[in-house]
């Protein structure tokens, strides 16, 4: 089993950044090979794809909305995964949530991922 906690969310104005990270415990990376990814859900929408990252960090993916903003990055050593998010929009305010599968890569599927955090909320005001 894999426990996954978000951190970092948070009340922030357009243009401004936040990180987010994502802390493993149990099943940890340093132990595992785990593909991991970030997903979004604003009320009322499904949930989103936002980024993947493999466990080697030699493969990432950004969803097409947030590209050219945000970067996702990882720590095996410390069994973190982070989420650096600039030049943020109102439309980016949703629950934030780390996912993690076991394997190299995940992909874009939120159906491909096995472990969930609880999420983090991020409001960007206008």
């Known amino acids: 089993q894999v426990q996954l906690v978000e951190s970092g969310g948070g009340l922030v104005q357009a243009g401004g950044s936040l990180r987010l990270s994502c802390a493993a415990s149990?099943?940890?990376?340093?132990?595992?090979?785990?593909?991991c990814g970030w997903f979004r859900q604003a009320p009322g929408k499904e949930r989103e794809f936002v980024a993947a990252?493999?466990?080697?960090?030699?493969?990432?993916n950004l969803a097409d909305s947030v590209k050219g903003r945000f970067t996702i990055s990882r720590d095996n050593a410390k069994n973190t995964v982070s989420l650096q998010m600039n030049s943020l929009k109102p439309e980016d305010t949703a629950v934030y949530y780390c996912?993690?599968?076991?394997?190299?890569?995940?992909?874009?599927?939120?159906?491909?991922?096995?472990?969930w955090g609880q999420g983090t909320q991020v409001t960007v005001s206008s």
């Open positions: 990252i493999s466990w080697s960090s030699t493969r990432t």
């Open positions: 149990g099943r940890t990376f340093t132990n595992y090979v785990m593909g």
């Open positions: 996912a993690a599968v076991s394997g190299n890569y995940g992909g874009s599927s939120p159906k491909a991922y096995d472990y």
